[in-house]
């Protein structure tokens, strides 16, 4: 189900972006975003994570941008299957392709893909085992203008096995 929505999105987006003249006034943007997320129950305990993650990117016309972030989540002293770790590491890049709605009552409604590459490290008892994961999130959100560069975006997203959450923070235009 989640990757026929992803497919279905990723051809509208083309379809839009291929259809649509590039719009010389759309500008640059950057921002960051306060993140929450779960990587699931794992042996009757939920491992979570919050960080900031830094993204930036390009409105290329009215419904299609497209994004690159980078987050760093920390986790320390959580169990998993019985096992203690000191601390979970993830630094991780999204490479998102980004399709707006029509305004409702102010507020731009969105869906974003993206393919993830993490490098995760989870250390315990003096020993560090390195993990890389490769896959695709998938996010619902909405922007808010709070000025004429400034908005207000927030989202929920999901994928990549059990992992999701949410993330809200400003985004500036220029």
């Given amino acids: 189900m989640l ?17 649509a003249d590039m719009n010389d006034d759309t500008p640059w943007f950057v921002g960051i975003n306060y993140v929450e997320q779960n990587f699931g129950n794992l042996d009757g305990q939920d491992i979570e994570g ?6 930036g990117g390009y409105q290329m016309n009215d419904r299609v941008s497209l994004e690159l972030t980078y987050a760093d989540i920390n986790i320390d002293n959580f169990t998993l299957n019985g096992q203690s770790y000191n601390d979970l590491a993830s630094d991780y890049l999204a490479m998102s392709a980004k399709y ?4 409702f009552s102010g507020i731009t409604p969105f869906v974003r893909v993206s393919f993830v590459e993490s490098d995760d490290s989870i250390s315990s008892g003096g020993q560090t085992i390195d993990i890389v994961d490769r896959g695709f999130i998938g996010a619902i959100g909405g922007e808010y203008p709070l000025t004429e560069s400034i908005t207000l975006r927030a989202e929920v997203f999901s994928g990549r096995g059990s992992n999701n959450g949410w993330a809200v923070g400003p985004r500036v235009s220029f």
Avoid: E, P, Q
């Fill in 3 to 19: 990757r026929t929505l992803l497919i279905g999105t990723m051809c509208l987006m083309g379809t839009t972006a291929l259809s």
């Fill in 50 to 55: 919050d960080s900031y993650a830094v993204f």
């Fill in 100 to 103: 707006n709605f029509d305004d």
